[in-house]
């Protein structure tokens, strides 16, 4: 057994410092980003934040809405060969749009399938899973980095700086970094593992860019001024669930519940989404997400002008024209407290 002594860092941990600046208004801050990828040498351009590919976020109605501002999205892995390959065909060429699977053959094959219908409409693909220590895994992206040099690969869950690079030698493109901060996340509660998500962005970031590589921030964000922190502590992209559901676009029933408008929102791993899905919760396991009720939130544009609104006024404060820039500005100041909830917490 050993301890690690230095502190690590969550966003509720941490503000940032504002900075002289010489821009006079948020519309002089352009937040989108150019990329060129290291391995598939893919070019991106567009404000680099994606819905989750959970079937009540990365819909297909959700890309689209997301696309019409530049956003991208990962779409869940449970569409069916044939709705997916006709969404593929039909999606705009300068959309970023994420095929995601699962590691096993099964996963593998049906994307064989559907790219050789759809072609080179599907450029991105998202390599999910909860653990991405395993073996099984890293040869998984072996085999599908040599079957296809030119596609950008994002993969992930991990956490630590050698394991972003062991991911990124082998062919990762952008390595996906968060293990147990999700909204409806129950992994630290049940296997007591995680780590906090700003020092996990810090320390990917820096394995990362080391390499030419880049990294996504998944899960966590639970406002406009945590994705600033995320960008700021050096994330390239971010992955949100929780702030993109209970939308129009997420797919779910709206339920009446004492009169108020509410949508059901789950974790990929909770008993809701196995029952689902996979027959229910197998016996050598236990469920590691939550079920949770929403209030119903109308189309995704408002918050997605909101959470944009947010990152523009960080850049702002510190004096960053664009947002390649934040994180070069940005210096955290550790904080014993974050808001003042004086008339309740909103
Ligand atoms: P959020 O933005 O809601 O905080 O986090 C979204 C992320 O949570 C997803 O992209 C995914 O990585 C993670 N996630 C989704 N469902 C589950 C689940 O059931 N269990 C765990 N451990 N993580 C989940």
């Not at 972003?164 to 952008?174: A, F, M, Q, R, S």
């Amino acid at each position: 057994m050993r301890i690690e002594e230095d502190f690590k860092l969550d966003f509720k941990d941490v503000l940032i410092r504002p900075k002289r600046s010489t821009l006079t208004s948020r519309s002089e801050v352009d937040i989108s980003r150019e990329f060129s990828f290291r391995h598939s040498a893919g070019k991106y351009r567009g404000i680099p934040v994606i819905a989750a590919n959970m079937d009540t976020v990365g819909t297909f109605e959700m890309a689209k809405a997301l696309s019409r501002h530049q956003l991208s999205a990962a779409l869940h892995k449970h569409y069916g060969e044939s709705e997916l390959t006709d969404f593929f065909r039909a999606i705009p060429a300068e959309s970023t749009i994420f095929y995601s699977m699962g590691i096993t053959s099964a996963d593998y094959e049906k994307f064989r399938r559907v790219k050789e219908t759809a072609g080179d409409a599907i450029a991105y693909v998202c390599v999910d899973v909860a653990n991405g220590y395993t073996k099984s895994f890293v040869d998984f992206i072996n085999k599908l980095r040599k079957a296809y040099p030119q596609i950008t690969i994002m993969a992930g869950n991990v956490v630590t700086g050698e394991m972003t690079e062991e991911l990124i030698l082998l062919g990762v493109d952008i390595v996906k970094v968060g293990i147990g901060p999700g909204s409806v996340c129950t992994t630290r509660k049940m296997a007591g593992v995680g780590y906090p998500q700003l020092s996990a962005i810090i320390e990917c970031g820096d394995a990362a860019h080391g390499l030419g590589g880049l990294i996504c921030s998944d899960g966590g964000c639970t406002s406009p001024g945590d994705l600033a922190k995320a960008f700021g502590g050096g994330a390239d992209f971010i992955m949100l669930g929780g702030m993109l559901a209970g939308h129009d676009e997420c797919g779910g029933d709206i339920e009446e519940h004492d009169g108020a408008r509410k949508v059901r929102f789950y974790g990929m791993s909770s008993r809701t989404a196995m029952d689902k899905y996979s027959g229910g919760v197998a016996h050598y396991r236990a469920s590691e997400g939550k079920e949770v009720l929403l209030d119903y939130r109308g189309p995704v544009e408002g918050t997605v002008q909101e959470i944009l609104g947010g990152v523009r006024s960080a850049c702002t404060y510190v004096g960053a024209r664009r947002l390649k820039e934040l994180s070069k500005r940005t210096t955290f100041i550790r904080v014993a407290r974050q808001l003042n909830e004086v008339f309740g917490a909103s």
